[in-house]
């Protein structure tokens, strides 16, 4: 088994205006190949659309946002693309972007178009090929990797200016409190404005800064085929500068163990819960010790890492509800919704980890 790229039916992909982005390569310098290698829709993921194409002979990505209404801040390509532009320079793991386009007349929103990276990507299922020893090394080099991100520094790869990391925590209680009503509507739980509240009262005074992906996790690495090393980090539109320990939380909110409620193995998201994968407990202890920081008082991010994702969820349902997709996955999500917000309430309250 080498998980390598799965690509969706022709019957479920959402087709593009491929003749009319082909005219606009062409007038932008780049031979868009219909005929011999036509576009096919990368199946992974709930959000933004990932397509491989070949220009020039090469393979390589075209990405743009999912059709239907955008969450405020969600799907960015724009800070996507220049965040890759940047990055690549000082983290090899940052596919290269090799063109981006703002204009929504071409394929109906912006896009951009990089690197593509071969290798295996690991989704909620652990492949039958990984014995225990490669799941532990998978699951320390997670850390590792979060850990060189976080290290790199914004001045020298020109992302010096990206976001805005003062007062980011409290600005992203904010945010999030904000999307989750809008998420929920008139049936927004209780529990929403109570961990608002419970968020609000324990803000840290500081927090260190540096370049966060916010949304790291296992589906979001290429490995190589053979070595098991990553190849590759994805999915940057929602990268920033900000506190890395956030960045972590959001990692760890994703990182089922076996002993977690019956909503985290729902989730399937990670397979962590399964014979070798560290713990969330030595998982944080791997990050600690590559990166140096101190998460003695990591619970504050630790509730709102987790419930960023009962957010991100609800998002998603609505959006199913609201016809954006007909992916039939998304359904079971308003449920998946409340029963993570139910956990992110358990761990504030000391009832979880």
């Not at 959402?14 to 005219?23: E, G, K, V």
Request: charge should be negative; aromatic fraction near 8%; include cysteine.
């Amino acid at each position: 088994m080498d998980n390598g790229p799965s690509f969706k039916s022709k019957s479920e992909e959402q087709a593009q205006d491929w003749p009319r982005l082909a005219a606009y390569l062409a007038g932008e310098g780049f031979a868009l190949d219909l005929t011999n290698r036509p576009p096919r829709q990368f199946a992974a993921g709930f959000g933004n659309l990932n397509y491989l194409i070949h220009v020039d002979g090469e393979p390589m990505v075209l990405r743009r946002p999912p059709l239907g209404p955008i969450p405020p801040g969600a799907n960015d390509m724009g800070r996507e693309s220049r965040i890759l532009s940047g990055l690549s320079k000082a983290f090899p793991l940052a596919p290269r972007c090799c063109h981006a386009c703002a204009d929504p007349g071409i394929l109906g929103a912006p896009f951009f178009i990089m690197d593509y990276r071969d290798g295996r990507v690991i989704g909620g299922e652990v492949p039958e090929d990984i014995g225990e020893g490669g799941r532990r090394r998978i699951g320390l080099r997670l850390m590792e990797i979060l850990a060189d991100l976080h290290a790199v520094d914004p001045a020298t790869v020109g992302l010096d200016g990206l976001g805005r990391p003062e007062g980011f925590l409290s600005r992203t209680i904010e945010g999030w409190s904000k999307r989750a009503h809008l998420a929920w509507g008139d049936d927004a739980p209780s529990l929403v404005d109570e961990l608002g509240g419970w968020l609000r009262a324990r803000v840290p005074a500081g927090h260190a800064v540096s370049l966060i992906h916010n949304d790291f996790k296992l589906d979001n690495v290429i490995l190589n085929r053979k070595s098991l090393e990553p190849v590759a980090v994805l999915d940057w539109d929602m990268g920033t500068r900000g506190d890395p320990l956030f960045d972590l939380a959001v990692t760890l909110a994703y990182w089922t163990e076996s002993g977690d409620p019956d909503v985290m193995h729902r989730l399937n998201q990670m397979p962590t819960a399964a014979p070798g994968f560290p713990t969330r407990g030595e998982a944080m202890e791997a990050y600690a010790r590559v990166s140096g920081r101190d998460l003695s008082e990591f619970i504050f991010q630790r509730v709102l890492g987790q419930f960023r994702l009962a957010v991100v969820f609800a998002q998603l349902y609505r959006r199913w509800r609201e016809g954006g997709t007909n992916d039939p996955k998304f359904a079971e999500f308003g449920s998946l919704a409340d029963d993570l917000l139910v956990f992110s309430h358990d761990i504030a309250m000391g009832r979880a980890e």
